[in-house]
T-cell receptor, first 114, second 113 residues
Framework: AQSVTQLDSQVPVFEEAPVELRCNYSSSVSVYLFWYVQYPNQGLQLLLKYLSGSTLVESINGFEAEFNKSQTSFHLRKPSVHISDTAEYFCAVSENNAGNMLTFGGGTRLMVKP | DADVTQTPRNRITKTGKRIMLECSQTKGHDRMYWYRQDPGLGLRLIYYSFDVKDINKGEISDGYSVSRQAQAKFSLSLESAIPNQTALYFC????????????FGPGTRLTVL
């Protein structure tokens, strides 16, 4: 069975600084990878996903993540964060034979300070 | 209007009480899910349903039951609530044709005293 580890439970950062949220996974088969974001008092929403092709994927609000198969990682990065990026971020994995089923990591709370 | 709605949004109850959390969706998706969220543990799957006649247990189904009344409605019940079921509960839906993307409701915060 697959598992997902998010190495940092909280990441405080100043506004306009770069940030990296780390995600590692384990699986015995090929996987698809996702980052979801949860803003305060809301449900989760998809931020970006890797299914195939280019290992670098981007979101519309400046985040990017790179799939690294050899290191089984899918770290999320942003070169300059805004206050509005304050949220909890969840990495998730879906095995390629598991339909839409997702396994989530424990989440990383990004706290952007002015 | 929201595509995935949950009622109630907040609920405080006592140990031993029966509780039902309801989820409705207007996205036309066949697949629906119930998760609970606990700090540091992420989201854990309780039950999922691929259509009205197909219901499956997830990772942590003990103490919970579900009912899929229609394509658009999926309810989660706690037959006899206990304090360690205090959590944030999310309903989600997905389209079988779209890999991995699930659409979440706003959540129900349940407190069991």
């Amino acid at each position: 069975a697959q598992s997902v580890t998010q190495l940092d439970s909280q990441v405080p950062v100043f506004e306009e600084a770069p940030v990296e949220l780390r995600c590692n996974y384990s699986s015995s088969v090929s996987v698809y990878l996702f980052w979801y974001v949860q803003y305060p008092n809301q449900g989760l929403q998809l931020l970006l996903k890797y299914l195939s092709g280019s290992t670098l994927v981007e979101s519309i609000n400046g985040f990017e993540a790179e799939f690294n198969k050899s290191q089984t990682s899918f770290h999320l990065r942003k070169p300059s964060v805004h206050i509005s990026d304050t949220a909890e971020y969840f990495c998730a994995v879906s095995e390629n034979n598991a339909g839409n089923m997702l396994t989530f990591g424990g989440g990383t709370r990004l706290m952007v300070k002015p | 209007d929201a595509d995935v709605t949950q009622t109630p949004r907040n609920r405080i109850t006592k140990t031993g009480k029966r509780i039902m959390l309801e989820c409705s969706q207007t996205k036309g998706h066949d697949r629906m899910y119930w998760y609970r969220q606990d700090p540091g543990l992420g989201l854990r799957l309780i039950y999922y349903s691929f259509d009205v006649k197909d219901i499956n247990k997830g990772e942590i189904s003990d103490g919970y039951s579900v009912s899929r009344q229609a394509q658009a409605k999926f309810s989660l019940s706690l037959e006899s609530a206990i304090p360690n079921q205090t959590a944030l509960y999310f309903c989600a839906t997905s389209d079988v044709r779209v890999r991995g993307e699930q659409f979440f409701g706003p959540g129900t915060r349940l407190t069991v005293l």
